[in-house]
T-cell receptor, first 112, second 110 residues
Framework: DGGITQSPKYLFRKEGQNVTLSCEQN?????MYWYRQDPGQGLRLIYY???????QKGDIAEGYSVSREKKESFPLTVTSAQKNPTAFYLC???????????FGQGTRLTVV | QKEVEQNSGPLSVPEGAIASLNCTYS??????FFWYRQYSGKSPELIMS????GDKEDGRFTAQLNKASQYVSLLIRDSQPSDSATYLC??????????FGTGTRLQVTL
């Protein structure tokens, strides 16, 4: 059953804590993306990767970090430097550049 | 100027009518254009992609692209209450990053 799996679905973070959101895909896609969505807002690009071992900053990369050691996996770490991390985080993947992207079910992160 | 712009709505149309959703983009080198539907609390779902000027039809949906005017639109014919959602326009530009608009909320009324 092919698709994109994000985990966990809900995540709670204490102030000053780093947390890592998982994103795995079995679609054999080269490109992967992380977006953040705030209530009533569109999607803002955090990081994207077009190929293994390479990634680029998006529009709001500050306070976040990623790695792309495997084609299937693109984890996102929300660091303590991200001052307002409460949001809906969406991972997507596509076959390559300029092709259709598909999303996982998302992770809701809340700071407590 | 935002890279991808959409009217936030809400756009209200009666059941059975045509809903017209619009999107403009700033990067003239953009090659790929997508429409996603997002229900409240859910992740976006791809409904249409378009790569060349003109119209592309898929069932009740028609995407229209005009690269000279940097304009892409989505028409939904015979609108149904189940079409009520937020519609996101996405553009893959010269930096090869997929950029989204803020979305237009569509309400289909009975």
């Amino acid at each position: 059953d092919g698709g994109i799996t994000q985990s966990p679905k809900y995540l709670f973070r204490k102030e000053g804590q780093n947390v890592t959101l998982s994103c795995e895909q079995n679609l054999n896609h080269d490109a992967m993306y992380w977006y953040r969505q705030d209530p009533g807002q569109g999607l803002r690009l955090i990081y994207y990767s077009q190929i293994v071992n390479d990634f680029q900053k998006g529009d709001i990369a500050e306070g976040y970090s990623v790695s792309r050691e495997k084609k299937e996996s693109f984890p996102l770490t929300v660091t303590s430097a991200q001052k307002n991390p409460t949001a809906f985080y969406l991972c997507a993947s596509s076959l390559g550049i300029n092709t259709e992207a598909f999303f996982g079910q998302g992770t809701r992160l809340t700071v407590v | 100027q935002k890279e991808v712009e959409q009217n936030s709505g809400p756009l209200s149309v009666p059941e059975g009518a045509i809903a017209s959703l619009n999107c403009t983009y700033s990067d003239r080198g953009s090659q790929s254009f997508f429409w996603y539907r997002q229900y409240s609390g859910k992740s976006p779902e791809l409904i249409m992609s378009i790569y060349s000027n003109g119209d592309k039809e898929d069932g009740r949906f028609t995407a229209q692209l005009n690269k000279a005017s940097q304009y892409v639109s989505l028409l939904i014919r015979d609108s149904q209450p189940s079409d009520s959602a937020t519609y996101l326009c996405a553009v893959d530009g010269t930096a090869s990053k997929l950029t989204f608009g803020t979305g237009t909320r569509l309400q289909v009324t009975l």
